[in-house]
């Protein structure tokens, strides 16, 4: 945090050169290189009678509580002092829920399973790799604040500052979050891991879905019922589709605290037959159309070519646009004409 107070006074200028962290960042989601060693399993852990119950419940409130109030859940100059997220939606998926294992011909045979990532982390660990059966997904949904949305639907061009700045914190704040969170599970003597950071994460081009990584968070918040996917491929929530998606797998039975929607585009107008595109209008390269839907391709080489204009423009190494999440009805909540009636 202190570092992030004192940015004020030695405001990055060559950020190429300077910016080590998004550098850093950058290198671990495209090659799964760099992250910090995984916690090792305390397997000599003896409980002790104030130890809290690992249940569904604890996980929601910990995770809630937790993220609001973390020191580093915390904006940099010139936003100094802001949060980056706002309080999360937090899911859960059984480790044997068929659609997981489905993911493999919908993403790809390179997406894990629960049980493939995990029993990597047993092997590390030297114990047996625990049954599908004893696993969950743990999931949540980190919404940007109003401030970040209300900048990027300013903008019909390039991504915001505020909205940059939060790709990058907000980015090394989730690993650094969900770290925390396998970290206490495993001195607790309870395997856990989050794939994205380890050296099995890394994202390439596959031959049916293009850019991909093995791990996909925002398949997992679909799976454990935290919404559906837009039409700019975005994942709409009740929160709506401005935010960032993390999750991490635990040797732990929780079950499901919310209905999955059949529909994977429920919440989206154009999907559901109500007119709307507002973001294909919104994106600056018409990478978004009623025919084509998301063209990945496209939004891809955008995404990538703003690296060049965050560094000059902002200082800090970070790619980033948005510009469809933002200024539409999905942007903070499911579109009003798809939300349902209250019981
Ligand atoms: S802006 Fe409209 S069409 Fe686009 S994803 Fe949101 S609801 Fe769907
Ligand atoms: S994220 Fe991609 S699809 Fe969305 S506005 Fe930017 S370039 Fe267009």
Redesign the pocket.
């Known amino acids: 945090m202190g570092e992030r107070k004192k940015m004020k006074n030695r405001y990055r200028r060559f950020s190429f050169l300077s910016d080590i962290h998004g550098i850093k960042s950058s290198i671990g989601e495209m090659k799964g290189l760099g992250h910090p060693k995984q916690p090792p399993l305390n397997k000599n852990y003896t409980s002790r009678e104030d130890d809290p119950v690992l249940n569904e419940e604890w996980f929601v409130d910990t995770i809630k509580e937790n993220l609001v109030n973390h020191p580093d859940n915390i904006m940099e100059y010139p936003y100094y002092g802001e949060r980056i997220f706002e309080e999360p939606l937090v899911g859960f998926v059984r480790g044997d829920d068929s659609l997981l294992t489905e993911y493999k011909k919908i993403i790809g045979p390179h997406h894990f399973t629960p049980f493939e990532i995990m029993k990597w982390q047993a092997e590390k660990n030297n114990v047996p790799a625990p049954d599908a059966e004893d696993l969950s997904v743990v999931s949540f949904v980190m919404p940007l604040t109003r401030k970040t949305k209300n900048d990027n639907a300013g903008r019909d061009d390039w991504v915001s500052e505020r909205w940059a700045q939060t790709r990058l914190l907000g980015e090394l704040f989730s690993q650094k979050f969900v770290r925390e969170m396998v970290t206490y599970l495993m001195k607790r003597g309870i395997l856990a891991i989050a794939p994205d950071v380890t050296p099995m994460f890394n994202k390439k081009r596959y031959p049916v879905v293009g850019w991909a990584s093995p791990w996909s968070h925002r398949h997992m918040a679909y799976a454990a019922g935290l919404g559906s996917f837009g039409m ?1 491929d975005l994942f709409i929530t009740d929160k709506g589709c401005a935010h960032r998606t993390a999750s991490f797998v635990v040797n732990l039975k929780l079950n499901p605290n919310r209905e999955r929607q059949d529909d994977i585009h429920a919440n989206c107008l154009h999907y559901q037959g109500i007119e709307c595109l507002k ?1 294909a209008e ?4 018409d ?2 159309t009623a025919e084509d839907a ?1 063209d990945k391709e ?2 891809m080489k ?2 990538e070519a703003s690296t060049k204009y965050c560094n000059k423009n902002y200082h800090i190494f970070i790619y980033g ?5 933002t200024g539409t009805p999905c942007e903070f909540g499911i579109p009003k004409p798809l939300q349902k009636e209250g019981p």
């Open positions: 700019h973001c919104r994106c600056p390269i990478a978004i998301h496209r939004c955008r995404v646009c948005g510009i469809c999440a």
